[in-house]
Every structure is written in C-alpha cells, then in structure tokens.
C-alpha cells in the first residue's frame, strides 16, 4: 500500500517554531543550533519513500526568521510493491529579511526505485536562502534507479531558475556520457540567493577538475559538482558554500 505523508514547519524572527508537525516517516525535531538559527533536523522514522509513495515537506521561513534545515541520514529512494514512481515534493517560502539554509544529506537512489523530486521555492525581495542537493547514483557496487528532479526557484515573483535532470535507466540516453556525468555517480548543487550579491557579484570559477560556481541573475550564484562518490562531492560543495555563504 503506499503512503502519504506531508511534514510541515513555520518559524518566526523570535525563534519559535509554531508549526513542526511530523507526518509518516518525516519526523522533524527541534535541535539545538549554534549561532543565529534555529535547527529542524529531519529524522527518517521509516524506509522510505518507495515506489508509490507520496512525501511532501512544506516549510516556512516568515519575516525576519532565520532557519537551518538539515537531516540526520541520508534518503533513500527504494522499490517498492507498486509499479507506480514515488513522488517527493519540497514547498519552501521565505519572507522578507528571512534566511533559510536548507542543507539535507544526500538522496541515493537505489537500483530499480524510480523517483521524482521536485523543489519549488519562493522568496521575498529581500530573502536568502542556501540551498544543498546531492543525488547519489546507487549504492555500492549496483546501478542506480530512476531519478527525475526539478528545482524551482522565484524572487519577487519572477523566476529565478528552474532546472530539470533526469538519471537512471529511465531517463534520456546520454545521462551518465561524457557531456553530462562522465561515468560518476555522485552529483549535486549548491545555490546562493543573496540580496548583497547585486552590489558584489560573484565571480565565475572552477573548483578542481568538476564543479564550478556560476553566477546567476537575481542576485544568486549556483556551484554544480560531480565527483566519484558522496565524501568527495560533499567537499566541493562544502568549499562552495565556504566561498559563497560561510556560516
């Protein structure tokens, strides 16, 4: 039987936490935060999503909030009984002068699941946000599902990107070929939207031999990474968020 599940959180400027409602195997816990933020860590109380699930968090960053988002393990996506795709669906808003860094572990997509994620973002003008994926390409030694995602994002309204990849035996031919993973299976980004980078852009670099920080309008910058396995494209991404929103 699939499942459906839709955590939710809300934080205000104080510091409280109005809303953290756990829901199926998102539980979310309050934990304790170093700093301005205040931390929600996602707990996976159960294996999922499999196939034919439907997950969802919805979160909320109101004016003047500053809240951190991380996980206690990483996702995994699974095959399950029915033949259907699990859906994951992350809904975050952020309101004027909030911050929100949204920094799970990463998603492994285990041989035979199949998977859409999508990420949907809005933020105020005056918004930020730090925004981590990592999507990891099977587990060791075995080929990886399917794994469709798209990120979402708009500032004021208007769009700010919007990308769609596509991995695994269902996705386009070509995905894992020299001009899109070149035979790794760990690939992730990480995206800065920051109101001070109108008046100090950020500059267009490499970092090793595969990642790169990319300015975008909006003012936001985008590091994209691909790496053997998951230790290695945390570290670039690691180094990006250090060059690009450092703690």
């Known amino acids: 039987m699939s499942l459906r599940a839709t ?14 409602v756990s829901d199926g195997p998102l539980a979310l816990r309050r934990t ?19 196939g034919g699930d439907r997950l969802a968090v919805e979160t909320e960053v109101r004016a003047g909030a500053r809240l951190l988002v991380d996980a206690a393990a990483a996702t995994l996506a699974l095959p399950g009984r029915s033949a259907e795709p699990a859906a994951y669906d992350v809904r975050l808003t952020v309101g004027e002068e909030g911050v929100l860094r949204w920094l799970p572990e990463q998603l492994i997509s285990v041989g035979g699941s199949d998977l859409r994620m999508r990420t949907d973002v809005e933020l105020a003008a ?20 399917t794994l469709r995602t798209r990120l979402t994002v708009r500032r004021a309204g208007r769009p700010l990107l919007d990308q769609e990849l596509a991995y695994g035996p269902g996705a386009p031919g070509g995905w894992d070929g020299g001009a899109v993973l070149g035979g790794h299976r760990a690939t992730g980004q990480l995206l800065v939207v920051d109101p001070g980078f109108e008046e100090k852009p950020v500059a267009p670099r490499l970092l090793g031999e595969h990642a790169a920080i990319t300015p ?23 180094e990006a968020l250090e060059l690009l929103a450092p703690a």
């Open 216 to 238: 975008l309008a909006g003012p936001a910058a985008l590091a994209t990474a691909v790496a053997p396995d998951a230790l290695a494209l945390r570290r670039l991404l690691d």
């Open 32 to 50: 304790r935060a170093a700093g301005p933020y205040t931390r929600v860590t996602v707990v996976g109380a159960m294996s999922a999503p499999l």
């Open 126 to 145: 005056t918004a930020r946000l730090v925004l981590r994926e990592e999507q990891i390409l099977g587990r060791h030694g075995e080929p990886p599902g």
């Open 7 to 20: 955590a939710r959180i809300a934080a205000d400027a104080d510091g409280g936490l109005p809303l953290l």
